[in-house]
């Protein structure tokens, strides 16, 4: 089994930077003959020469190449962890990375990353799946929370701590056609086509038992797990979308969707989910607090009639 020393890539990072076995010799405070000798071991333990050696000076094999990269990932990647574990911030730059489910509305992730994403010195990586998966990330410390329209079970294994940012309203909106004539809710519905997230959300199994209630067997012409697409689905002016008036904040104010009627029974809850960690992402608690059910921007709509 190949054993990967790390003091042995490290001289082959600087050797590879150098092409010259003298000149890397002397960065790293060794005699050539030593360094040759780590050099050697490594090649040995990989399986693969990494080097062509002639008179004519030294050059990287395919094999090196590819060593290479992966050695200038591992440094970068210890450094940080250096970094991290000793509570030094990063000179260059840092990074928040934040996982969305996929039936988060995107105005609202907005909303919550901005500060991060108009701050020098900080990049920001999304990541976008189910809650499950996106946990599983969370878990292997490849995001530093999860945002989601409902909390994360807790348990010994997984203490997830579930944040509660925002509590919103949800309502029927449509094409402006949709307006008129006034329909009620849910008496009037039985033939009403309706776009609807899948049954996963949080809001459509209460939007079930509404209409179930009132013994309407509901028309549905899509079942969506993503808000992007929902979004555009009620712009095709086919039939009415479930969704927080947030999602369409932009076709609203625009006149391309109307909201036909809101659903005070039914809303709509957002979450921050972290994990317990020693070692937190800073950025992490600085936007959890910031972000108070009062901040969230409303969509300036006018109640239909």
């Known amino acids: 089994m190949a054993f990967l020393n790390l003091h042995h890539l490290r001289y082959f990072r600087v050797a590879a930077q150098e092409l010259s076995l003298t000149r890397a010799a002397a960065r790293l405070n060794l005699s050539v003959p030593a360094l040759s000798v780590q050099l050697r071991q490594l090649e040995q333990s990989l399986g693969h020469a990494l080097f062509e050696r002639s008179r004519g000076g030294w050059t990287l094999t395919e094999a090196g190449r590819l060593a290479l990269e992966y050695a200038e990932t591992i440094t970068r990647a210890g450094d940080e962890l250096v970094d991290v574990l000793t509570h030094r911030p990063r000179a260059d730059r840092q990074f928040l990375r934040a996982g969305a489910v996929a039936t988060l509305s995107r105005n609202f992730l907005l909303e919550f990353i901005r500060p ?35 909390p994360a079970r807790r348990d010994a294994e997984t203490p997830w701590h579930s944040h509660r940012l925002a ?6 909106v449509g094409a402006p056609a949709w307006r008129r004539p006034r329909r009620r809710f849910p008496e009037d519905f039985a033939s ?70 809101r659903l005070p029974q039914l809303r709509e809850t957002f979450y921050a989910i972290t994990p317990s960690r020693r070692f937190p992402n800073p950025l992490v608690a600085e936007l959890v607090e910031r972000m108070r059910p009062d901040s969230l921007p409303k969509p300036a709509v006018k109640p239909a009639r």
Request: charged share 20%; hydrophobic share 50%.
């Open 116 to 150: 991060a994403l108009h701050r020098a010195g900080v990049g920001v990586v999304l990541r976008s799946g189910g809650l499950r998966e996106l946990l599983v990330l969370l878990h292997a410390h490849q995001v530093d929370l999860v945002l989601s329209n409902q």
């Open 167 to 172: 509590e919103l309203p949800v309502s029927l």
């Open 192 to 261: 009403v086509p309706l776009i609807l997230p899948s049954e996963e959300s949080n809001t459509r199994g209460g939007f079930d038992l509404l209409l179930a209630a009132a013994g309407i067997r509901p028309r549905i012409i899509a079942e969506v797990d993503d808000m992007a697409t929902l979004r555009l689905l009620a712009r095709e002016g086919e039939g009415l979308a479930l969704v927080p008036p947030v999602v369409v904040r932009d076709e609203i104010e625009a006149g391309t969707l109307v909201e036909t009627h």
